[in-house]
């Protein structure tokens, strides 16, 4: 699909998908019929576990992306549960977060989520007793299956030179979050990574054909500078995003591809959003059909369901209707909608086989009415977070109690 500049601006990252992989997806699913019966393919492809690390477990990830918290708590927004204010990762962790996920670009607009920012996040998560896992944008700004753009002082380079750059980033700030005793327990090698990482170089699809080579040069660079910033004995999964939730055509076309070129990873990241990827049992079918054909930890990486149809703000929301909810009669965009929800996607990854369906990350569930997804802009997303318009908890974070607890 054409990128949707009215899309675009309203919001920072559900831009669809760039036409050559739209143009594909004929070609995948035609591809797929040959290769269903050729069964799993061996984890011993792509190198094993990564640093050697065990498995995560059923439900062993369990938190949200909370990175726009510096910028809300700047303008004064507190968050209350039970009428208590706290800090929003230590209301998540009283509820049973085991991660946070922090978002890092390169040299975002001011106030925006840098590496400093970041890193401050980080110590306050750790302290809270959450893991950490890193997600690296390698832009400047949102970076999504419609844009990945090599950051403004990386332009220019070489695909040689610009692995080199993606391996040294890397291997700061990975080792930044060391330095001051928060290592990151998980780091993604860019944001939904769909269509490829680092424009044009990096780009997948393009006009004269797929450029799987390419893309898997800048993925090894990145783990490879992860792997050199990790202290030593100190495990670190390495993730895969991609925004494929519903859709296991897709899915596998890209997983068998950076198998095929030997990049070395632990987990594979989806986004699942209803809106725009279908229902729950397509997504149960993915996760079962990844888990028992690749053998990795899945991990849905990115979720969120609407608790109203209401808007905080003067920009429209994502979700405006429940006939966008594929399984909206089941649950409703209500609070008790929104728990339900989250319940249902837990059952889906405890069924996983093999124990790999590891968690699920919400994304931005303190993201309430007050900063833009750029300055200047509203927040399409004010009626999918976890806690109401006036920053008070909603039952939906119950979900991130641990395995087992009621």
Known sequence: MDVDTQRRSRSRRRLVLAAPLLAISLTISLALLGQAQAGPRAAAATGGAAGGAAGLGALGVRGGDISFTPQLEAVGVTFKDHGV????????????????????????????????????????AAQAGEKILLDLHYSD???DPGHQ??????????????????QAYTRQVVADFARQRTPVDMVQIGNEVTAGILWPLGQIYQADGQHWGDFATLLKAGIAGARAGNPRGHPLRIMLHIDRGGDN???????????AEGVPFDVIGESYYAMWHGSLAALSANLNDLATRYGKDIVVAETAYP???????????????ASQLPDGAAYPPTTQGQAAYFEALRTILRQVPGGHGAGFVDWEPEWIPSVGWEPGAGNPNDNLTMFDWQGNALPSLHAFRPPGAR
């Open 307 to 321: 608790w109203t149809l209401g808007n905080g703000d003067d920009l429209a929301n994502f979700v405006t209707d």
């Open 141 to 143: 700004f949102w970076a």
């Open 249 to 259: 055509g897709g899915s596998r076309y890209f997983f068998d591809h950076v198998i």
């Open 85 to 124: 204010v706290a800090p929003v990762e230590r209301i998540l962790r009283q509820h049973g977060a085991s991660y946070v996920r922090l978002r890092v670009w390169v040299n975002p607009p001011p106030g925006y989520s840098d590496e400093a920012s970041a890193l401050a996040l980080g110590r306050r």
């Open 149 to 166: 753009t090599i950051p403004a002082a990386w332009q220019g380079q070489d695909l040689t030179t610009l692995a080199a750059t993606v």
